[in-house]
């Protein structure tokens, strides 16, 4: 590592001077030739004004690759924007001068990392990376979540012997992991290292989105993407147990997402969707990668048990748990209606909402409440959503800069990007509208804007091979098409009601809010 020292004498102008230019320099690689080289061409061969005039250009490409516009709130806008960066500016640059080399996780802490140990969770990657600042980039930058996903595979290794060492089979990923795949999590919390294991199923989920957005035939056949799809079900299969007086398969002894469910607990409902949607996707995947998943399989995935309170209509967070006497930490059960669309009723969706709204603590994270906004913009219930969407942000970004804390009262990771990964989903997803499956792209705005903006926009979205840009008013909204994969012989097709249609490039379409436009390629996934 190179950098430029801090002044001795410190910052001070001179008597004739009215401003001074200071120009930092840090520059870090694997090989003290190539760091060095960096370095001298930042800090000796270009002037400050040159690099300020480069990062800029770069910056304002981009931008224009992807972002998000608000009219008439320039204060969320703002927290948008800034939102934004810092998850970017945490990420590999879409392009640079230097040689392509392996990305290694995105933490909590953003590029933060606490000088003393247990800051910022030490620079690891948790479920954060996938669950919370993942989806909002995947739609901009495929790209860029593409490089997320290469950092599972790297570490396959790890992932493999970390499941043999539990005594299962396949790829199981760690709570926390750094520069090498073993599991980092500190000695202070053994039972999130042994039982933590979601978090498996949160990258099969990322991975799931990624064949959602992409149709990468490359990535799942060449670059392993298969083989971290088969392998993270494969782990599932060997996880379950069949109970035979249920007649259902369960899986026990882990620690949902709510982690005041401390050691333990059985049958999870969220780590059970996970599991069954990741070996469901291994099966709707396999025409491509040739990884033929056992009937055992689906077995499993199709006859998981899911704890249901009938009297009540809720799904329970995890077996034996009471409502009556409980509190949670944090987002759980809410996550099956999104970002994991399970199937329910409108009523079951609205009583887990409102349930668990009690349940969790004053104290948890940010990201809780943009699911909880998501949820109530799905229903219609705007009044409480934007409250919740509010909450979700406004007690937790300090000035002037927006910074994200990871609790209310400042605590916590600082700079918490996950808390501003959660505020993007509950723009994107929530008042945006946005679902996608294997097959679809659904747009749907809920018919109202958040805050007192008069528009929303998103510039740059990616699906399959095309781009769009959707601008949402108070009672129309318009999808226009700005390129299309020239590469893909398959026609992009649209759906809104009764009308059908291909689209070219230049096409706009409009509509009213809180109707349905779904969009899609001619052919599936696989027949």
Known sequence: MYYTPLPIDGFQLGEEETSRTYLFVTSLDTEQTRAKQSFDYASNEREPDEIWSSHVSLWNQVWLNGRIEIRDDVELQRQVNS???????SLPPLSTRSEHKQFYGLSPGSLSRGGRLGEDYGGHSFWDTETWMYPSILLFYPTLAKEILSYRIALRDAAAHNAHL????????????????????????????????????????????????????????????????????????????????????????????????????NNSVFTNAVASLSIQLADRVSCITEKSVPPAWLDIANNLYFPFDNVTQIHLEY??????????????????????????????????????????????????????????????????????????YETYVRPPFNVWTEARSGVGAVNFITGAGGFLQAVLFGYGGIRLTLNELEIMPPGRLPNRSTQLAFHGLKYNGATFDVMIEKEMYHVNVVALNNDNSQSMLYEHEQQRGSLRVNDTLSFRVDTRLIIHLAAPLCP
């Open 83 to 89: 939102a934004l960066y810092y998850i970017l500016s």
């Open 166 to 265: 539990f005594g299962y089979i396949g790829w199981r990923y760690p709570w926390e992991s750094a520069r090498t795949g073993i599991d980092v999590t500190p000695d202070c919390c053994p039972e999130v290292r042994l039982y933590q294991m979601h978090i498996t199923g949160d990258i099969a989920f990322a991975a799931r989105q990624y064949i959602a957005v992409t149709r990468d035939q490359s990535w799942l056949k060449f670059e392993m993407g298969g083989d971290l799809i088969y392998e993270t079900a494969r782990f599932w299969a060997s996880r379950a147990i069949y109970n035979l007086d249920r007649k259902q398969y369960e899986i026990l002894m882990v620690l949902p997402p709510d982690e005041d469910a401390q050691p333990f607990k």
């Open 319 to 392: 077996e034996n748990f009471n409502p009556k006497n409980a509190s949670i930490k944090q987002a759980d059960v809410v996550l099956l209606g999104f970002p994991l669309m399970w199937p329910m009723s409108k009523e079951v969706r609205r009583n887990d909402l409102l349930t668990y709204e009690r349940l969790t603590r004053d104290d948890g994270p940010a990201m809780t409440w943009s699911m909880h906004a998501i949820g109530h913009l799905e229903l219609k219930d705007f009044e409480l959503a934007e409250e919740l969407f509010r909450r979700s």
